[in-house]
């Protein structure tokens, strides 16, 4: 592809990390080979940050829309002009209230094409609640606000775990795991890793819900009732789909090698083993939307805000797959779009 992707940027929780892990990323300057920056936020805040990590060798470009954008710079959009108190390290109401802006900004500009692909610094989820942001996170609130069923795809390059519930209570996952809900997660999960990683005939493991994947109904029904008619249902319609597998042996035993991606039944259960193995260079992606969205796989930190001590390489991996995703998109749509017919018998 010739063109070069616009990648908006969230700041995320302006008292975190999410700023300076940004201004690190875009000080390499090879980074704009790839894209053009358009950071969604505040020139004033960037420059407290910078200020705070003693940075003296990056500024951004000013602009005050996506298609003022330098590719030759990191460009910011000041979303916000008044002065706004900046208390490092702390959740406060004004974090949540310019978190949540920063990402309304991003997010119509997605909607409206000024933009190509978003990548979200981290936010704190519960000072970003508001009258306009009733969500557990920006997975929902992405899904609620473009087309399509989301799943949550923790990604790097040898390891992909999805997860059939997102952030809801540990004691509403029983309750909420249906055939239907896991057979959509799988169809989600297998589209995404043929359209957007170019992975030809996917081999997808389930995880078990219960321990032991119930020993034979000893020990929970869901593996019998509810997981295995799901596995059954994927691969009537061709989805190379194998399990469930018990989480614990799965891991330890490196099984998890031997799959393109896995489906988790529950968030922890799919992020303590993709964190505990690639801490600091995993990606979270949203499949399933009809926009690219990625995010680091840590949050606000707020316990290093302001030290320069944050590692940037989460967030950089984050940018490097917003931007493959969105070339691997463009080329399965261009294979697509004029298909041969298919042999008549």
Same mark, same amino acid.
């Given at each position: 592809?010739?063109?070069?992707i616009?990648?908006?940027?969230?700041? %995320?929780?302006?008292?975190?990390i999410?700023?300076? =892990?940004?201004i690190?990323?875009f000080?390499?300057s090879?980074?704009?080979?790839? $894209?053009t920056?358009?950071?969604?936020?505040s020139?004033? =805040?960037?420059?407290?940050?910078?200020?705070?990590l003693?940075?003296?060798?990056?500024?951004?470009?000013?602009?005050k @829309?996506?298609?003022e954008?330098?590719p030759?710079?990191?460009?910011?959009?000041? $979303?916000?002009?008044? &002065?706004v108190?900046?208390?490092?390290g702390? +959740?406060?109401e004004?974090?949540?209230?310019y978190a949540?802006? @920063?990402?309304?900004?991003a997010?119509?500009?997605?909607?409206?094409?000024?933009? &190509?692909?978003l990548?979200?610094a981290?936010?704190?989820?519960?000072?970003?609640q508001?009258?306009?942001?009733?969500f557990p996170?920006?997975?929902e609130?992405l899904?609620?606000?473009?087309?399509?069923?989301?799943?949550?795809?923790?990604?790097n390059?040898?390891?992909?775990?999805?997860v059939?519930?997102?952030?809801?209570?540990?004691?509403?996952?029983?309750?909420?795991?249906?055939?239907?809900?896991i057979f959509?997660?799988l169809?989600?999960? #297998?589209?995404a890793?043929?359209?957007d990683? $170019?992975?030809?005939?996917p081999r997808?493991?389930?995880?078990?819900?219960?321990?032991?994947?119930?020993? #034979?109904?000893?020990?929970?029904k869901?593996?019998?009732? =509810?997981?295995?008619?799901?596995?059954?249902?994927?691969k +009537?319609?061709?989805?190379?789909?194998?399990?469930?597998?018990?989480?614990? /042996?799965?891991?330890? @035993?490196?099984?998890y090698?031997?799959?393109?991606a896995?489906?988790a039944?529950?968030?922890?259960? %799919?992020?303590?083993?993709?964190? @505990?193995?690639?801490?600091g260079?995993?990606?979270?992606?949203?499949?399933?939307?009809?926009?690219?969205r990625t995010s680091?796989?840590h949050g606000v930190?707020?316990?290093i805000? /302001?030290?320069?001590?944050?590692?940037?390489?989460s967030?950089?991996?984050?940018v490097?797959?917003? $931007?493959?995703?969105?070339?691997?998109?463009?080329?399965?749509a261009?294979?697509?779009?004029n298909?041969?017919?298919?042999?008549?018998?």
């Amino acid at each position: 592809m010739s063109k070069k992707i616009k990648l908006g940027i969230s700041v %995320g929780d302006i008292n975190g990390i999410g700023m300076e =892990v940004i201004i690190k990323t875009f000080q390499d300057s090879r980074m704009l080979d790839m $894209c053009t920056p358009i950071v969604y936020g505040s020139s004033k =805040v960037s420059t407290f940050h910078r200020k705070a990590l003693q940075i003296n060798d990056f500024s951004f470009n000013i602009i005050k @829309s996506a298609k003022e954008a330098d590719p030759k710079k990191p460009n910011i959009i000041d $979303c916000w002009n008044e &002065d706004v108190e900046i208390t490092l390290g702390q +959740s406060t109401e004004t974090g949540g209230k310019y978190a949540l802006a @920063s990402l309304e900004a991003a997010s119509e500009d997605m909607k409206n094409g000024e933009i &190509d692909a978003l990548v979200t610094a981290p936010i704190n989820k519960e000072n970003i609640q508001s009258e306009t942001f009733n969500f557990p996170g920006h997975t929902e609130y992405l899904t609620d606000k473009f087309e399509g069923n989301s799943l949550m795809l923790m990604v790097n390059d040898n390891l992909k775990i999805g997860v059939a519930t997102n952030h809801i209570p540990l004691s509403k996952v029983a309750n909420t795991l249906t055939a239907d809900t896991i057979f959509g997660k799988l169809k989600i999960l #297998n589209k995404a890793l043929i359209q957007d990683f $170019c992975i030809t005939s996917p081999r997808i493991a389930l995880l078990a819900l219960n321990p032991h994947a119930s020993d #034979n109904g000893l020990i929970g029904k869901e593996e019998e009732n =509810v997981i295995i008619p799901a596995i059954d249902n994927a691969k +009537s319609i061709g989805i190379n789909t194998f399990g469930p597998y018990p989480a614990d /042996g799965f891991f330890g @035993s490196g099984n998890y090698q031997k799959f393109d991606a896995i489906l988790a039944m529950y968030h922890d259960q %799919g992020l303590i083993p993709f964190k @505990s193995l690639s801490f600091g260079e995993g990606t979270n992606f949203t499949a399933g939307l009809n926009i690219i969205r990625t995010s680091p796989d840590h949050g606000v930190a707020y316990e290093i805000a /302001g030290q320069n001590k944050a590692e940037e390489s989460s967030f950089r991996q984050a940018v490097y797959a917003a $931007c493959d995703i969105y070339k691997n998109r463009a080329f399965a749509a261009e294979i697509n779009e004029n298909p041969l017919p298919s042999a008549k018998k």
